[in-house]
């Protein structure tokens, strides 16, 4: 959901082709698995479609080649904690971060939940990407 809705973003700030999104988890069981049906649902009501992404596992290299690892909660930071090198824990964060005005510091795992668990990680999700633009477009001037 993430990815999608960054990627939706991004577009309509205009940035896309200057910025690279992808998404990986720290626990992926199986590699290749498209997302959660409620969560294709949730995201496409608004326009997103992320029925052709695909899980993986974080790689080493995505220490190197990205500028920013974000976690979804606490336990995910953890695990990215310990798998990067040390040359680049600056790049690790919370996404909520970039929301503070939720008074939110995880996304929910929805996965175990209804429907509506999907629509209020998408809640959360939308708000963080958007702080997260926002402060990127701040911190390299893209304004």
Known sequence: MAEGLLKQQLLEQGLSQRIGVDSAGTHVGRGGQRPDARAQQVV???????????????????????????????????????????????????IMSFAPQTGVTEVPDPYYSSKEGFRQVYTFLRQAVVGLVASIEEKHDMT
Request: proline share 4%.
């Open 44 to 94: 496409l009501s608004s326009g997103v479609d992320i029925g052709r992404l695909r899980s993986r596992p974080i790689a080493l290299e995505d220490f190197r080649l990205f500028d920013y690892i974000l976690a979804m909660d606490e336990d995910n930071l953890q695990s990215l904690s310990q798998l990067c090198p040390a040359e680049h824990q600056h790049k690790l964060a919370m």
